[in-house]
């Protein structure tokens, strides 16, 4: 079993195994909502019943050979400081942070599958990878979704497919998002317009943490609203179509950047990482636009930037609750700035 600790530790393994097209894309991730035949929806159940399904869910999921090596645990018993550390890892959802009633957490030891016990649905089932690749962490998540229905009835109908608490999911109950960096679409002023039209085809934009959050060193979420009446295979293949073009109008803007302003752009590069290495103060805001500006130097093929493998995991221990549990202790904002930026020092110099 892991440990809390041990996680605010390490980055996390899905991270520190950049996959395809890695320098524009942080990670692919599935989601599938599903609940439990005859059992009251969250959102109705009394604390008695909240408690026996999540007590059947997580008996389920510790029988479950993907999610060996891992973590089972009670969020509702947890501080608010650890279920931060946990939403900063993308384990947990925003939600699981607010509400102390029976809510479950179950991880695999590489953290790339996991489940939400008792968010809005339920089950989330949660499938992570690193880059650009839908079809295997599609395949990941089906897998952990089969493994579970061989202990656990689901919520089904012939009519309506998978039954949830939020009409949006009906159906497949499927969220596929990746999560994109697009610095040059960015600096070159095409972002809005590239994001307008992407909800016209029935996706979605999100921030760095998914629903309800900001977008943050140029990182944004696209994913699916869509989940009645369409194939899992139809969903994916929109969402991969969509994104490929939003890479190629990436890789366009990097090159009309590069050729217009090289100088200038390999300037920004070189003092966001000259910041990182000689800062003594970091808020994590701050250290995530740098960040973000150093991975550019990964796409423009510039010289000695740190590794993706880096870069990405001081975006999760560099984050409030990560650079706290590292130090054993809570902190004020300066001293977390103080702590975030030796953090990164150690790291990128």
């Not at 994001?195 to 990182?219: D, K, S």
């Not at 293949?237 to 090289?262: C, M, P």
């Not at 930026?341 to 990128?348: P, S």
């Amino acid at each position: 079993m892991i440990a809390l600790p041990e996680l605010a530790a390490r980055a996390a393994i899905w991270l520190t195994e950049p996959g395809p097209e890695a320098d524009r894309v942080l990670s692919t991730r599935v989601r599938l909502a599903r609940n439990l035949r005859g059992a009251v929806f969250v959102g109705r159940a009394s604390d008695d019943e909240l408690a026996r399904t999540q007590r059947a869910v997580s008996e389920a999921a510790q029988q479950t050979p993907l999610l060996a090596g891992g973590g089972a645990l009670d969020v509702g018993q947890l501080s608010v400081l650890d279920r931060q550390l946990l939403l900063e890892r993308r384990l947990i959802s925003h939600d699981l942070t607010a509400d102390s009633r029976s809510r479950g957490l179950v991880f695999s030891g590489d953290e790339k599958t996991s489940i939400m016990i008792n968010e809005e649905d339920h089950l989330r089932i949660q499938a992570l990878e690193g880059g650009l690749q839908l079809e295997a962490t599609y395949a990941r998540a089906v897998a952990l979704d089969s493994a579970l229905g061989e202990r656990l009835e689901y919520a089904w109908t012939p009519e309506f497919g998978f039954l949830t608490a939020c009409p949006t999911n009906v159906g497949t109950g499927m969220r596929a998002s990746v999560l994109l960096h697009l610095p040059a679409l960015v600096l070159s002023q095409q972002i809005k317009k590239i994001l307008a039209g992407i909800t016209q085809v029935g996706l979605t934009v999100r921030g760095f943490y998914g629903e309800g959050t900001e977008v943050v060193g140029n990182f944004f979420q696209i994913s699916n609203q869509i989940t009645l009446g369409e194939e899992e295979a139809d969903t994916l293949n929109k969402l991969a179509r969509v994104v490929r073009q939003i890479l190629d109008w990436e890789q366009r803007a990097q090159e009309r950047l590069r050729r217009d302003a090289g100088l200038q752009l390999e300037d920004k590069c070189s003092r966001a990482l000259g910041v990182l290495r000689q800062a003594r103060l970091l808020s994590s805001q701050e250290m995530i636009a740098l960040l973000s500006a150093v991975r550019l130097s990964h796409s423009l093929g510039l010289r000695n930037a740190p590794s993706l493998a880096v870069l990405n995991g001081l975006l999760v221990r560099g984050q409030p609750a990560h650079v706290q549990r590292s130090s054993g202790r809570e902190m004020t904002s300066e001293e977390r700035n103080e702590a975030r930026a030796k953090l990164v020092r150690e790291a990128v110099g």
